[in-house]
């Protein structure tokens, strides 16, 4: 077990000769501890892949070191890592049992057969493998195969780090709800060092101490799942966070109010706006967002769609859309005018993409 250091890691893949470096991981620069969990989040392309490679060893970085506690491995081949890797598709022996199978990196490693046979117990157990341990893994479902991949790469207590990269594509839909909460308590009995790799936040915020928000090669905001919903650093990570994700308005500021088109918000705190920013913006999550018959800020009502467990409204701010939460009392039609409340310390301010923190009275 180890923590990981990413000492000013950045990657280049090579381009045309004489071709400016496109980086598809911006500088990053941070210590990922021993015995925490992490998610690597973000859309298609946004990098995730590159720095989980650089890790594994399957891509030498262009710039910078990545150190295993004091140990620098920036150069070394996978197998010299001492990581255990998750695939996106069962990595499983099929003519051997499912004990054999978890055994195997063990034996592997020369285990005494005692203790091969408590760990497997141990991890048959965490992961409800218990009942078919003594099956071959060939006449098993997609669900269970992908289970045993992961038992395999759980397996090892001495890994420096355990790597996952989108595990859970083949799980049927049903299943996944409980494997992510499943590997959440795995996590918590192992004591180990994970990094999971996925494009879907929910499986993102189940699994994760802390989740790496990534875009565009660049790693936005490193936080827990609450940080992330709460005080997002980004734009990007308050859209990205969420379902819906946080509305954005152009605003202009003068001290504690903001004004979006005409329609002023009391920001709570004063901020002092830099005279060269480039775009300003509120920000506020549907969420904390609460549509009412009358009072608050005027708004107009375009739509009110019916979750069951709670209505949302698209409305008009000035001519901004956004969308809020209908009161549960509220009679609210497209069309009406009606009053937005949103709850004090939930109104942010970004300049220029980037959450700045006012002065609260
Ligand atoms: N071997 C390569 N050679 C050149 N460019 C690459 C290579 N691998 C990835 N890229 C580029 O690097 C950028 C980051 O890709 P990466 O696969 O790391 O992203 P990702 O977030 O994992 O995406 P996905 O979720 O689609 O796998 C993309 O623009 C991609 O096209």
Same mark, same amino acid.
């Given at each position: 077990m180890?923590?990981?250091t990413l000492d000013h890691i950045a990657h280049a893949y090579p381009g045309a000769p004489g071709a400016a470096?496109?980086?598809a991981l911006k500088p990053i620069n941070h210590v990922w501890q021993n015995g925490r969990a992490y998610a690597l989040l973000g859309p298609s392309g946004c990098g995730k892949t590159t720095l989980l490679n650089i890790i594994s060893g399957l891509v030498i970085p262009s710039e910078g070191r990545l150190?295993? &506690?004091?140990? %620098?491995?920036t150069r070394l081949p996978t197998e010299k890592r001492n990581i255990a890797q998750v695939f996106q598709f069962p990595v499983i022996y099929d003519t051997m049992t499912v004990a054999e199978n978890l055994a195997f990196p063990l034996k592997n490693r020369g285990m005494e057969k005692g203790a091969i046979k408590r760990r497997v117990d141990e991890i048959a157990e965490l992961l409800d493998l218990k009942p078919v341990l003594g099956? $071959?893994? $060939?006449?098993?479902?997609? &669900?269970?195969?992908?289970?045993i991949s992961l038992g395999r790469g759980l397996v090892r207590s001495d890994v420096s780090a355990v790597l996952f990269d989108e595990p859970l594509t083949v799980i %049927?839909?049903?299943?996944?709800w409980e494997l $992510?909460?499943?590997?959440k308590s795995v996590h918590q009995a192992l004591d180990l060092l994970m990094i999971y790799v996925t494009h879907d936040q929910v499986e993102a915020l189940t699994f994760a101490d802390e989740v790496v928000v990534m875009k565009d090669g660049a790693v936005l905001q490193i936080g827990t799942p609450a940080e992330l919903f709460e005080r997002p650093a980004h734009s990007f990570v308050g859209y990205f966070i969420g379902s819906p994700g946080m509305n954005f308005l152009p605003a202009t500021v003068a001290g504690h109010e903001a004004n979006v088109a005409g329609t002023v918000f009391d920001l709570g705190a004063r901020y002092a706006t830099p005279a060269n920013a480039g775009k300003i913006e509120i920000g506020f999550r549907p969420d904390y967002a609460t549509l009412h018959e009358t009072g608050g800020i005027p708004v107009r009502v375009l739509k009110v769609e019916d979750l069951g467990r709670r209505r949302l409204a698209r409305i008009s701010v000035g001519g901004q859309e956004a969308i809020?939460?209908?009161?549960?009392?509220? &009679?609210?039609?497209?069309? %009406?005018t009606a009053g937005l409340i949103i709850e004090p310390g939930h109104l942010h301010l970004f300049v220029d993409d980037l959450r700045v923190e006012g002065e609260r009275a």
């Open positions: 180890a923590s990981i470096p496109h980086y150190l295993f &506690d004091t140990a %620098d491995v099956r $071959r893994a $060939r006449g098993l479902t997609a &669900d269970a195969k992908q289970k %049927d839909p049903a299943l996944k $992510r909460s499943k590997l809020a939460t209908l009161a549960h009392e509220a &009679d609210l039609s497209p069309g %009406d």
